[in-house]
Structure formats: structure tokens, C-alpha cells
């Protein structure tokens, strides 16, 4: 059975940091993309970091570039989010998510996805 388990959101000032982590089981995770999307009420999801198989490639939204960085541990099954200088509107339920590495994989979209988890929230407030 599959199961992808997010943990470590919370509530945290406009500056501060979050590590996000997620456990995979129940599937080959070094075949497939990892990623973390996020879905702030009343929007669309989105992705903000994706993992190649390998974990030799990251790839970021425009909006989180430069603060989030997302690794993973294929022995240990885990995916991780590091969040620095997170903003108001970080704010949000963050996603795990992991893909079969198609050759015409998207990082982005969710249809690239079969797998998620439940999600963990991230307030981002003063």
C-alpha cells in the first residue's frame, strides 16, 4: 500500500523557517519524481519543488526560488523541504506528491502525480 506522510508545518513569523519532511512507502521511490506542491484557500494547487530520481536535479517555482530547497534520501525513503525567509503568503497545505518518471515527465502539473499525501499546514503570520 502506498503511503506518503508529510509532517513539520506550523505556524511561524513572516522571516522565519520550516523543514518539511515526508516518508514514502509502499512503491520503488527511486523511480519516481518527488515533489511539493501547495494549495492556499480559494487557488489553484501548485508546485514549488520537484526532485529528480537521482535527487541530482531540484527544480523550483519562481516564487519560492532561492528560499526552499528540497532534497531527498532514497535509502531513507524521505523527501524534505527546507523553507527559509517564508512569507505571508507561503501560507498554505503542503503537498507530497510522487510520479512515475515517464520520459515525458512535467514537473509542475498535477496530472504527472499519482501518488499524495494528506498534507500539513503552513501558516506563515505575525
Known amino acids: 500500500q502506498v503511503q506518503l506522510v508529510e509532517s513539520g508545518g506550523g505556524l511561524v513569523q513572516p522571516g522565519g523557517s520550516l523543514r518539511l519532511t515526508c516518508v514514502a512507502s509502499?512503491?520503488?521511490?527511486?523511480?519516481?519524481?518527488m515533489a511539493w506542491f501547495r494549495q492556499a484557500p480559494g487557488k489553484e494547487r501548485e508546485g514549488v519543488a520537484a526532485i529528480s530520481p537521482d535527487g541530482d536535479t531540484a527544480y523550483y517555482s519562481d516564487s519560492v526560488k532561492g528560499r526552499f530547497t528540497g532534497s531527498r534520501d532514497n535509502a531513507k525513503t524521505t523527501l524534505y523541504l527546507q523553507m527559509n525567509s517564508l512569507k505571508v503568503e507561503d501560507t498554505g497545505m503542503y503537498y507530497c506528491?510522487?510520479?512515475?518518471?515517464?520520459?515525458?515527465?512535467?514537473?509542475?502539473?498535477?496530472?504527472?502525480?499519482?501518488?499524495w499525501g494528506q498534507g500539513t499546514q503552513v501558516t506563515v503570520s505575525s
Open positions: 509502499g512503491f520503488t521511490h527511486s523511480y519516481y519524481y
Open positions: 506528491a510522487a510520479g512515475f518518471a515517464r520520459w515525458d515527465f512535467r514537473a509542475f502539473e498535477t496530472d504527472s502525480y499519482t501518488e
